[in-house]
């Protein structure tokens, strides 16, 4: 198996050896695949250790280290030990910053603005070496302090990263319990019902006489003519007309008035 797929135990990684730096050198001036595919299996420990800083994150730990090892192949191309003899002191900035436009490009659902996702990356990975360190997790003024960033900074990290993730509706509400019901379902629709509602309320606060909301009344709630409302309440069938026809008009400015405070 080509060692770019391997999934070895995890080594600390250590400077170059006298042998690994002459194998440094002959690669350096013939490019051998050979010499490469060696110095890459010499050097993994590195490129593994630097992506286990991202472990927890929303990709698997071996895509990480996959990503890690190509940032390891370019440091092996891009390394002259003329302009720097420490091979890992070129390599380590090159594989982590393999890992970060990973994230960048591939994983961030959200694009943030590039100095904000640089910032935020920075703080997942002060904030899992503080964890590691302390046994818990730390507290935005801890993460602060080791980046030598204001607390406003860390907390607009902070938010950034929850709102750059984003969560299909087809995955299950709770996410030990595979067989829960999606996300999906836990979404509210359009409820008609509630603009009858408001329409009501709106109506009843219309200033409406007693004698225009007992005409309503008898009319739309028991079902009267003009001429039985007139007979009920001793007038003309014309004076009911009238009066519907400005308790009418009342409750539609009432309605109206509520949908233009709502626009």
Do not use: C
């Not at 299996?41 to 250790?49: G, H, I, V, W």
């Not at 003899?85 to 393999?98: D, Q």
């Not at 709630?221 to 308790?247: C, K, N, P």
Request: glycine share 6%; charged share 30%; aromatic share 6%.
């Amino acid at each position: 198996m080509s060692p770019l797929g391997g999934t070895q135990a995890l080594d600390a990684p250590n400077a170059p050896t006298v042998d690994e730096t002459a194998l440094l050198l002959r690669y350096v001036e013939s490019r051998d695949p050979a010499l490469k595919e060696e110095l890459v299996r010499r050097f993994l420990p590195l490129a593994r250790s630097l992506a286990l800083r991202y472990r927890g994150a929303s990709e698997q730990l071996e895509d990480l280290i996959q990503v890690a090892s190509l940032g390891l192949v370019k440091a092996l191309d891009g390394f002259d030990p003329e302009r720097g003899p420490s091979f890992i002191a070129y390599a380590a900035p090159t594989i982590l910053g393999e890992l970060r436009r990973h994230f960048r490009d591939r994983v961030w659902e959200l694009r943030l603005p590039r100095a904000l996702q640089e910032r935020t990356m920075a703080v997942q990975d002060a904030a899992r070496r503080l964890g590691d360190e302390f046994g818990s997790a730390p507290t935005p003024s801890q993460i602060a302090q080791q980046l030598e960033f204001s607390e406003k900074e860390v907390a607009e990290a902070l938010q950034a990263d929850e709102a750059r993730r984003t969560l299909s509706f087809d995955v299950p509400r709770h996410r030990a319990d595979a067989e829960s019901a999606p996300m999906i379902e836990t979404v509210g629709g359009s409820e008609p019902g509630f603009e009858r509602v408001e329409t009501q309320l709106a109506a009843e606060d219309a200033e409406l006489e007693e004698r225009e909301r007992l005409v309503l009344q008898l009319r739309f709630e028991e079902d009267l003519t003009q001429y039985e409302i007139g007979d009920r309440l001793g007038v003309s069938q014309m004076q009911v007309s009238r009066i519907m026809r400005r308790a009418l008009r009342k409750l539609l400015e009432a309605v109206q008035g509520e949908a233009r405070d709502d626009a």
